[in-house]
């Protein structure tokens, strides 16, 4: 177990992320619950992680699964009570596993007593809590879009204005000028604080400085003002771990975010080599392949960068991305080895790492009919193409490939029905391929994907040159391998990633003849590296 009483505990630290309403279901409501949270803790003990990071669980109308909030100091019965969140934070550190609550600061459900009162009210306190515009029914304020799509302003008749959400217009924005709201969300995050909760992680916080007037939305100027009173008045007075989801932190922005003397937050948790198979200037949806080389480049020059003064999160899935192995991995003939490849190539590198549940199960993406997916922005992007007179099967390319749904479908458990998920109807269909992949079968094969991770974690554990190395990429033009050397005090990490479906020639130097290997995907080293082929050498 690691010493949480420790400054930077979380640099040795690996993070499990749990999307509960697919995680287990312990009640035949078909939606996942913290009860099912805490039956699967020695599951994760197993694995050998040290903390989830849980999606919001708190109370809410489920416009955006749970990321539109009605009360943060409450759970939303979906998924139980608040006494059995202290359960969970309980029985969870009793297997040296503490809790990272989601907190969704940027915007609140349109349903929270905030916006009811801001909204019934111009003269309430409450109204300024939230970006309000004035103006006239057949104009809005500005072009601006939101993530989700349609107009990023919403017209109140009753008041004669429109509010602002950059996502559905059930997620109102908070106006974090408004003092008295920091206040109020200051005072909320000490009170989880007291619930011993070990950490958060902080929802879109690169938005939450927007000046819709200007049409700033991400990266707004006071950001790294309202970060440090944030972390002043809260964080700091724990031994916390915090990261801040941003998707629009370049280097230099990371370093503030991560700053080694903790002014903001432990980590950033940014997106630039997940955004790579997108084409620039386009949005999610248009597909392209990726670009391997520039891959590599991206991952080397933040490994380099932040070496010494900030600190990443290493992350290939989450609940907005699709499955990796389908993804940049081979989910047919090489789904293991491929998943396998996957997570040596990213818990070599210096940062914390994160696994999405049933990452390390190797689960894949799923295709279902349109009328199964619940993803509001996939529905939403179906309608506009719809509109706009898209060929259908061009729109479910697109959903099939990147919609947020694929790793959103129930955690595979067994291969009996439901996946062992449920006893009722899941809330979104099971992966047919759970007869194949779940835990019940990895758990009693010694080469699964589950046993890898189990390794990969217990040498990050073992060895200071995961978290302290510094990083050097070798063969950065090749178009196939991934290959990278870290070292501390004299020792060498050497990971070697044959990202193909064929056979790669490829021979280390003359030194790492005499190296250990650490772990690798295939039985043992000969000549040329085989399909997906990946291992760590190291030198002492
Ligand atoms: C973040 C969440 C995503 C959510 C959005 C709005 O990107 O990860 O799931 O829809 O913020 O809260």
């Not at 699964?65 to 139980?80: A, M, Q, T, V």
């Not at 700053?259 to 948790?269: Q, Y």
């Not at 990452?359 to 193409?385: A, H, S, W």
Request: contains cysteine; aromatic residues 12%.
């Amino acid at each position: 177990m690691l010493d949480k009483t420790k400054k930077d505990w979380w640099k040795s630290a690996v993070v499990y992320q749990i999307y509960p309403r697919s995680f287990q279901d312990t009640t035949g409501s078909g939606v996942g619950d913290l009860n099912g949270i805490i039956r699967r803790l020695d599951y994760l003990a197993e694995l050998g992680i040290d903390l989830i990071w849980l999606s919001p669980v708190f109370a809410s109308p489920q416009v955006d699964n749970g990321y539109d909030i009605s009360d943060y100091r409450d759970i939303d019965p979906l998924f139980g009570t608040l006494e059995d969140m202290r359960t969970l934070i309980r029985e969870g550190k009793k297997r040296g596993i503490g809790i990272m609550m989601d907190l969704v600061l940027n915007h609140s459900s349109d349903q929270h007593p905030w916006f009811l009162k801001a909204k019934a009210d111009k003269e309430s306190p409450y109204h300024d809590y939230y970006v309000w515009r004035d103006g006239t029914p057949d104009r809005y304020p500005n072009g601006m879009q939101s993530v989700f799509g349609g107009p990023a302003w919403e017209w109140v008749p009753e008041l004669g204005q429109y509010y602002f959400h950059q996502f559905a217009p059930q997620q109102p924005d908070l106006n974090w000028e408004n003092p008295a709201l920091r206040r109020e969300i200051y005072d909320m995050i000490l009170w989880w604080m007291e619930q011993g909760v070990e950490g958060f992680r902080l929802d879109v916080i690169d938005q939450i400085a927007k000046e819709p007037d200007r049409e700033i939305t991400g990266n707004g100027p006071r950001l790294h003002e309202f970060l440090r009173e944030l972390s002043r008045e809260t964080f700091q007075k724990g031994c916390l771990v915090t990261v801040g989801e941003a998707w629009g932190a370049n280097l230099e922005r990371a370093k503030l975010y991560s700053a080694p003397d903790g002014s903001e937050l432990s980590m950033v948790f940014q997106f630039e080599q997940m955004m790579l198979d997108q084409k620039p200037g386009g949005e999610k949806w248009d597909l392209c392949p990726l670009p391997f080389v520039k891959f590599k480049e991206s991952f080397a020059r933040w490994q380099e960068g932040l070496h010494g003064c900030g600190w990443n999160s290493l992350f290939l899935n989450n609940h907005d991305l699709p499955r990796v192995v389908s993804r940049w991995g081979n989910d047919g003939e090489y789904r293991v080895q491929s998943a396998k490849l996957l997570g040596t190539m990213l818990h070599g590198m210096q940062g914390t790492p994160y696994i999405y549940q049933g990452e390390e199960l190797g689960m894949t993406n799923v295709r279902l009919p349109i009328d199964q997916y619940r993803d509001v922005e996939i529905l939403n992007f179906y309608k506009r193409c719809q509109e706009e007179g898209r060929p259908e099967e061009e729109t479910m390319r697109s959903i099939y490939a990147k919609g947020r749904d694929n790793a959103r479908t129930p955690m595979q458990w067994t291969a009996g029905e439901n996946a062992g998920f449920t006893e009722g109807t899941p809330w979104i269909p099971v992966n047919p391929n759970h007869t194949t992949i779940n835990a019940e079968a990895a758990l009693a094969d010694p080469d699964s994907v589950f046993h890898y991770y189990q390794k990969l974690l217990k040498l990050r554990k073992e060895l200071p040159v995961f978290a302290h190395g510094d990083f050097t990429l070798l063969e950065p033009d090749h178009p196939k391998l991934f290959v990278y050397r870290r070292a501390y005090e004299g020792k060498q990490l050497l990971v070697v990633c044959n990202f193909s479906d064929e056979e790669t020639v490829w021979e280390p130097k003359a030194e790492w003849k005499n190296a250990r290997t650490l772990i690798a995907n295939y039985p043992s080293h000969a000549g040329a590296l085989r399909p997906w082929e990946a291992m760590m050498l190291y030198l002492e």
